[in-house]
Antibody, heavy 117, light 108 residues
Framework: EVQLVESGGGLIQPGGSLRLSCAASGFTVSSTFMTWVRQAPGKGLEWVSVIYTGGSTYYADSVQGRFTISRDNSKNTLYLDMSALTAEDTAVYYC???????????WGQGTLVTVSS | EIVMTQSPATLSVSPGERVTLSCRASQTVYSNLAWYQHKPGQAPRLLIYGASTRATGIPARFSGSGSGTEFTLTISSLQSEDFAIYYCQQNHKWPRYTFGQGTKLEIK
């Protein structure tokens, strides 16, 4: 059974850094593309970042230069390193598995990041 | 960036009704369109991929259609568990995946 479990969220001051983790089971994170999607309070879903099987990474303009996506194949875990956080980064962050058809077929329950002083 | 526009923003419906949700892309995405269901506090769930193919375990009352720039998600007979927010997403112009703003189905 495919499962994704996010962790690492919390309350962080503006300008701070945080690392989110997404532990995967039932498949290997290196076998398909993996992505992060967020949902700010009262808003819709926003794609944040993706890492492809070959290691290529891409980011939404809103986080480019501040966020870094990576994976640890030995731990079967996806990460999102976030820095220079602002209130606009407050959101529930979801990790999701990419399918062969290009959609996101499995999602985690999400982890809440709150940026506030 | 491809902009996805969903309509309506909110739809008040009764259980048992048939509903159609719309999604429009600012440029063609061919059939590279997915629909997701999202309930508060839960993980989003993939319903439809490739514009019209139901994902694993999705009931037959959900159907998707369209290609190019115009897409629809139809729920043939609303069940109580279907009240949620529905998002369309294009995966044609990857890696710039974009979602619509969502349509909320609420109980009339």
């Amino acid at each position: 059974e495919v499962q994704l479990v996010e962790s690492g969220g919390g309350l962080i001051q503006p300008g701070g850094s945080l690392r989110l983790s997404c532990a995967a089971s039932g498949f290997t994170v290196s076998s398909t593309f993996m992505t992060w999607v967020r949902q700010a309070p009262g808003k819709g879903l926003e794609w944040v970042s993706v890492i492809y099987t070959g290691g290529s990474t891409y980011y939404a303009d809103s986080v480019q230069g501040r966020f870094t996506i990576s994976r640890d194949n030995s731990k079967n875990t996806l990460y999102l390193d976030m820095s220079a956080l602002t209130a606009e980064d407050t959101a529930v962050y979801y990790c999701a598995r990419g399918s062969d058809e290009g959609d996101f077929d499995y999602w985690g329950q999400g982890t809440l990041v709150t940026v506030s002083s | 960036e491809i902009v996805m526009t969903q309509s309506p923003a909110t739809l008040s419906v009764s259980p048992g009704e048939r509903v159609t949700l719309s999604c429009r892309a600012s440029q063609t995405v061919y059939s590279n369109l997915a629909w997701y269901q999202h309930k508060p506090g839960q993980a989003p769930r993939l319903l439809i991929y490739g514009a019209s193919t139901r994902a694993t375990g999705i009931p037959a009352r959900f159907s998707g259609s369209g290609s190019g720039t115009e897409f629809t998600l139809t729920i043939s007979s609303l069940q109580s568990e279907d009240f949620a927010i529905y998002y369309c997403q294009q995966n044609h112009k990857w890696p710039r995946y974009t979602f619509g703003q969502g349509t909320k189905l609420e109980i009339k």
